[in-house]
């Protein structure tokens, strides 16, 4: 029993001297955890769908906040997405700006209230979009069919509602 010991401490000193002590406190932690994620899927890495300026994600929020008040989280990131899948189309303007202020594109651009402080949770809901979050599966028209006045938007077929938005492609 006393040679055992010796050995046990022995490994722990040569332990601690050949291993960096925040490796040691790392791995504990991990053998600790019961919920321990395979170190291959540990830090996937979530890429945006595409690549926009942080004053464009501001506009995108601010869009979002006016077209998407008083809807769902969910239809908050399907008002992003739309966006998005927009720039994506080679149909439309491939900016957010450009798609945001294309003409009669976005009531909120006609009305002024693009111009609103934005929200926390559609900041968040442009972000989940950004980084390819899309409830919609690749809409790129939205309105409400109660209020919408445009007699176009009419024409298309909606394929999927959320809220009081209805989508199409």
């Known amino acids: ?34 919920n321990t994620v395979p170190s291959e899927f540990a830090k996937q890495e979530k890429r945006e769908v ?17 077209e998407a008040r008083g809807e769902s989280y969910e239809g908050q990131v399907a008002v992003a997405a739309v966006v998005i899948n927009r720039v994506k189309d080679s149909r439309f303007p491939n900016s957010i700006k450009d798609v945001i202020y294309q003409k009669n594109a976005f009531s909120v ?14 900041y968040k809901a442009a972000q989940e979009a950004l980084y390819g979050q899309d409830p919609t ?29 209805v989508f199409a492609k």
């Open 1 to 34: 029993m006393d040679r055992y010991y010796k050995f046990i401490v022995s490994l722990l000193v040569l332990t601690y001297v050949l291993v960096p002590c925040s490796q040691v406190l790392a791995l504990s932690q991990d053998l600790n955890n019961k």
């Open 50 to 66: 595409i690549n926009i300026s942080n004053d464009e994600l501001l506009l995108l929020s601010k869009l979002i906040t006016g």
């Open 137 to 165: 599966n690749e809409a790129i028209y939205f309105w409400n069919p109660d209020i919408a006045t445009c007699q176009w938007i009419r024409t298309l077929d909606p394929y999927m509602r959320i809220g009081n938005h």
């Open 109 to 122: 651009v006609n009305d002024g209230s693009i111009n609103m402080q934005y929200t926390e949770s559609a």
